[in-house]
């Protein structure tokens, strides 16, 4: 059989978006590389992603519709056709519509794939038929909130221009894990002589290719910014041009919040040292371009959005945010690239429906009333796994009473609960259309490879039961690759001048940027604002985390071999992670009596989780650190991380607070 090579886009939630190249034989695809042509993927991906036809081809693949036989979470199933199964959900939705009505019926979804026609391809379908709209915060919405609070919608700059920085600030991102294309810029920088840090509460994987490491206290980082800036205006470091042209607030911020701020208390605050405190000051006040490339760990948290707000502000100070490859890059807002409203049709509603926070999911389906959830439609996402407060969550989807349909690529946690599973088509068999938020790159992807066994695309099933639901909209029965033509069809700015022939044969394109966004804020003041009326908080400011009353901050952050909940089924990865570890100080396992690799039990008021323990000096004392989400069929006890994190919101943008969160911990076995 000939190889033939294709074009695919990787679909995970991942700031870097790849460029594919698949090889093909006979339908399966054999080999998956990255797309040298591809600007930021410049040929090569990240571990997971090396052997993507593993995922795709693994034999744990769903391939039939199927419907429960045992208790629910048991995972005891039949095949049924995709006929029975799509009967059997719509004559159940049409009872529940009849006697409690359609806010009853709940979907749940997030980013099992980013592509956007797949991602978004029941929202004109639940408009439609009236359900309940789920608040889709579980990832960084504070993060935006707090960019936006100063920054309004200015876009981020090329992610690139980091190789012409002098000092680089990795702050709360374990880039080498989420973000490693972006690495490739920083190494240029470094070889140019930049300096590069790491701004976090443990010592993760990035810290190993950074200069300098500076661990804070949980929660802490508003407090480091706003000494920062303290220290700037002491050490004379600001760009006081800059600041009277370009920045609203400035003088406020100096005479009413900094000096709250003197380095002692910031010390006291984040656990800096006051020497280290005066030393960053020196060295960013003195850089000619530094570039902060902000994660989002810091921004899960009770104070998130202020915090991000008030990082935002720091290079303000310097008149950063004036020249090429300097500033803050949080993500790219590519959201105009395409006509989002074409796809999402929020015009289907006919009247505005009951709001549901994605983060709060188990007590929505516990506590709910006026109509209680009676059906959950989950597909791309895990609930069961990567929401908070999973005890909740699981207590609510083992509800009888519950119908609930889950379309997915695997036998997942949430699969285990439903009474019908829908087999999912992966990325390599479906048409899409890609941006990022890491990149200006957007990218057009057709199938690679035919469908496994029965498996359908998120777009064909919500075809399938908009027919069975009686919807007559043509919407409905076109495809998703007339949906594409479609929005293609329709001019942005964003691609103006873009190469239509390249992007149509599958490789990717640059989306282009504002050429004055150095000099144009796009804020309601034309400024950068400091100072913003519009908040409830006019001035950034620190205020604490929740915090909770056991010993240890809880990190709960990603792992290096797996994305979310996602690769959970690639037991080459799994090794590789070498199962599912509770990381902790050396002085506090020896407070607690704990030995290196022992079974050891996180606990809080929410729940127990049992950990392998590895004690570590790169963990700070008072923190704990569980990287990664497993599936409970993989965890050595009948949790999994999230029984931990509480189902708080952040401070603005009803976001989710994953690392707000506090355990103490004590030896599985008491002999
Ligand atoms: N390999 C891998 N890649 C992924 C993911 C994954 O799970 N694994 N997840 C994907 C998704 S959905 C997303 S949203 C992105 C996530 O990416 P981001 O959220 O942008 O950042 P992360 O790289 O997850 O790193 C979060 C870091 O923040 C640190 N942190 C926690 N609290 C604080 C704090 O108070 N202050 C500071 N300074 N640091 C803190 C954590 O220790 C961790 O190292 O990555 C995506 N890519
Ligand atoms: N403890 C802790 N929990 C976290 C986080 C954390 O840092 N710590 N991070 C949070 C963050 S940032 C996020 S974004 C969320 C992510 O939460 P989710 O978006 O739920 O992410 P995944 O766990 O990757 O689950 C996605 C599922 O979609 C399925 N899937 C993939 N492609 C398709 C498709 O085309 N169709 C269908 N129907 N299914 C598909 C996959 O098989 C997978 O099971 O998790 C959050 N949970
Ligand atoms: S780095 Fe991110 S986008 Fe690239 S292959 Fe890996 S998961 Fe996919
Ligand atoms: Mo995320």
Redesign the pocket.
Known sequence: MPLKIKRSVC?Y?CPDACGLLVEVVDGRAVKVRGDPDHPFTRGTLCPKMNRYQETVHSPLRLTHPLLRTGKKGTGQFQPISWEEAIERISTRWHEIIKRSGAEAILPYS????MGLI?RNAGHPFFYKLGASRLERT???PAKEAGWKAVMGDTPAPHPDEVAESDLVILWGINAIATNIHFLHGVKSARRKGAAVWLIDTYKNLTSTVVDQTYIVRPGSDGALALGLMHLLIQLNLIDIDFLNTHVQGFEELKEKILPQYPVQRVSHLTGLSIEALQSMAKSYGRAKKPFIRLG?GLSRYGNGAMAVRTIVCLPALVGAYGKRGAGCFTSTNTGEAFAMKEILREDFMEKKTRIVNMNQIGSALNELKDPPIESLYV?????A??APDQNQVLKGLAREDLFTVV????M?DTARYADIVLP????LE?SDLYRSYGTYCIQRAKPAIPPLGESK??WEAFSLLAKAMGFEDPFFRQSADDLIDHLLSIPSPMREGMDQKTFQSGKAVELSLPKDARTKFKTPSGKIEILNPKEPHPLPHYFPPYGGNEPFYLM???SFYA????FRERSDLRKKERGMLLKMNPADAEKKGLNEGEPVIAFNSLGEVSFLLRITPDVPQGVVVAEG?WWLEHAPGTRS??AL?SQRLTDRAQG?T?YDNTVDVRKASKC
Not at 379 to 383: A, D, G, K, L, R
Not at 424 to 427: E, G, Q, R
Request: charge should be negative; charged fraction near 5%.
């Open positions: 679909p939630d997030y980013a099992g794939t797949q579980i990832c960084s989002s597909y791309s996402s895990n609930p796994a990567v379309h997915e690529r695997f997942t999912a088509t992966s990325s479906q695309s998120n709960t952050a990603p994305l979310n909940s996602s989400i991380v999230n994190t989710s994953f």
